[in-house]
DNA sequence: TTATGTGCAAAATCTTTGCACATTA
DNA sequence: TAATGTGCAAAGATTTTGCACATAA
């Protein structure tokens, strides 16, 4: 029945969580896409596939898969949550357009080439880091 | 009345914005600290003041202040949004602290470093960035 | 069977808005 | 006085939670 049972499901069911039709759903919407989703989209994209899903069901998973470092949490001006796939074969970050709201991905990232003699100065343990630009995309730049 | 007229409430008022007691009240407290506030942290700052002021208020002048880049929007994990002053002559970054959620400025960036050929390619004009370090801070890391 | 997960409804949080009244310039 | 700002109350939006029922293993 199910054809593809990926890594993901996989990690879950190892860990001794189970694995529904709701939790395969929005696993299934992250895989399909590299993007990054707010819960209101995973709902609607399951609303799609006419399956049916609580917003509660799909707070409970984001925030089970952030647990266990399958996706992660992006917080963005708008103030709402952007969810998506944890990819730690292309690490990237995003250009974030101030005026049509777009986020894209780009593999560019400074976090390797920075001095962290500031860091072990003030002992702090780096685990994670974010980085965003903000700025005007190719179609919304106002020299164009 | 007025000991001190600060730089910011001459901006705004030679932008045509009025010097009322709540705005002043909220420009004080940004003034008095160079560090970052929650609206709920400056309500109860203003109250600890012994005077009054309307959340509706306060909102609305983070929002002016914003829009005149005389403070900024942080955007952390926990959804709540921190404002704090925009400091041109210390351009700095924040160390998160996952355990205790302390939010340390450092002044450290990546971004001049950068290669921005990406950017460029992608037509994209960036005017703003953002980066931060999450991990554990001295007191909460693990290795102590 | 039993631990885990879901749906539902309600609440909690944070933020925004309309409107009448108040205040600054 | 005229434009701008505030308080109030209500609504919006996003996210969380308690509890009974459902389901995977």
Redesign the interface.
Known sequence: MVSKISMIEDKLKSMGYKLTSQRRLVIEIFEESPYHFTAQEIFDRVKEKSSNINFSTIYRNLELLCKLNIIC?L???S?I?HFELMDTEHHHHH?I??NCGDM?K???C??N???KS??EE?????????????????NC????
């Open positions: 949490k917080n963005i001006s103030g949550s250009l357009c101030l894209e780009v593999d560019i400074p976090y080439q920075l001095n500031k860091l003030l002992g702090f343990v780096p685990t994670e880091h974010k980085f965003e630009i903000y700025g005007y995309c190719k730049s106002p020299n164009k």
